[in-house]
């Protein structure tokens, strides 16, 4: 069984920084992928960043050059560091693992077993 738990959501204002962090417990963390989804109220989940257990990067464009994702296997960590926050960035943000490797699976929530439990961000104007 595997458990992922999000931390470092927040309030903070437009234009500022959150680093989400997501620990997750069991011993094959390195050699799968993980991504970021958020959810806003009354939208659909999608697909914000993932990581590849070589460290090929997708992002959703909209968050290209503003959001960072990174993983620290030693940690069973993965990271995503969110920079020049907008309002539109409010949401419930899920870290989750992907048995899967491809850029079209893995920006797709139906390609990914485990999840975390979310943790709210919020981005006022």
């Known amino acids: 069984q595997v458990q992922l738990v999000e931390s470092g959501g927040g309030l903070v204002q437009a234009g500022g920084s959150l680093r989400l962090s997501c620990a997750a417990s069991g011993r094959t963390f390195s050699s799968v992928a993980m991504g970021w989804f958020r959810q806003a109220p009354g939208k659909e989940r999608e697909f914000v960043a993932a990581i590849r257990s070589g460290d090929t990067i997708y992002y959703k464009d909209s968050v290209k050059g503003r959001f960072t994702i990174s993983r620290d296997n030693a940690k069973n960590t993965v990271y995503l560091q969110m920079n020049s926050l907008k309002p539109e960035d409010t949401a419930v943000y899920y870290c989750?693992?992907?048995?899967?490797?491809?850029?079209?699976?893995?920006?797709?929530?139906?390609?990914?077993?485990?999840w975390g439990q979310g943790t709210q961000v919020t981005v006022s104007s």
């Open positions: 989750a693992r992907s048995l899967y490797y491809s850029e079209s699976a893995l920006s797709q929530p139906q390609f990914y077993d485990y």
